[in-house]
């Protein structure tokens, strides 16, 4: 088995600290949202060890894509969430559900997409036969 893309320690220091009871969960998720992206980009570890994609940037994302399960509502596809302890109350609607469990966004696919070099680009339609029409001093077209 793989290890994360992300640890434990990665998700604290972007949230806070877990506690005993949230790190199981959060160490399965941070396994899961790897997995994901290994089925998806089959050769991200050899690119991280490579040195062509960065280790920070991919924990950056498992550790987002695990942020909106840890952090978010305690019902999947919630739309709206409300609780009370004692005197302090929050309410939370959400702008839709989610119908996934953890999503990729448009960022994080970025992180993972090689660039591409430029290179010139034409289209040249047939020369219509005006090849006479164009000597050069040396005698070719």
Same mark, same amino acid.
């Given at each position: 088995?793989?290890?994360?893309?992300?640890?434990?320690?990665?998700?604290?220091? !972007?949230?806070?600290?877990?506690?005993?009871?949230?790190?199981?969960?959060?160490?399965?998720?941070?396994?899961?949202?790897?997995?994901?992206?290994?089925?998806?980009?089959?050769?991200?570890?050899?690119?991280?060890? !490579?040195? &062509?994609?960065? !280790?920070? &940037?991919?924990?950056?994302?498992?550790?987002?894509?695990?942020?909106? $399960? $840890?952090?978010?509502?305690?019902? +999947?596809?919630?739309?709206?969430?409300?609780?009370? +302890? #004692?005197?302090?109350?929050?309410?939370?609607?959400?702008?839709?559900?989610?119908?996934?469990?953890?999503?990729?966004?448009?960022?994080?696919?970025?992180?993972?997409?090689?660039?591409?070099?430029?290179?010139?680009?034409?289209?040249?339609?047939?020369? #219509?036969?005006?090849?006479?029409?164009?000597?050069?001093?040396? #005698?070719?077209?």
């Amino acid at each position: 088995m793989a290890e994360p893309l992300a640890q434990v320690e990665d998700l604290e220091k !972007a949230w806070r600290a877990l506690t005993a009871e949230e790190k199981p969960r959060a160490e399965y998720y941070l396994g899961f949202s790897s997995r994901m992206i290994r089925r998806r980009w089959s050769n991200v570890d050899a690119r991280v060890a !490579a040195g &062509d994609l960065g !280790a920070e &940037d991919v924990a950056d994302v498992v550790v987002h894509m695990v942020l909106g $399960i $840890i952090d978010g509502a305690p019902v +999947r596809r919630a739309k709206s969430w409300s609780e009370t +302890r #004692g005197p302090l109350s929050q309410s939370v609607t959400l702008e839709s559900g989610k119908s996934d469990l953890i999503t990729l966004e448009d960022w994080m696919v970025e992180v993972f997409t090689t660039p591409q070099a430029a290179s010139p680009v034409g289209s040249f339609p047939p020369s #219509g036969q005006y090849e006479p029409v164009f000597h050069w001093k040396e #005698g070719s077209y």
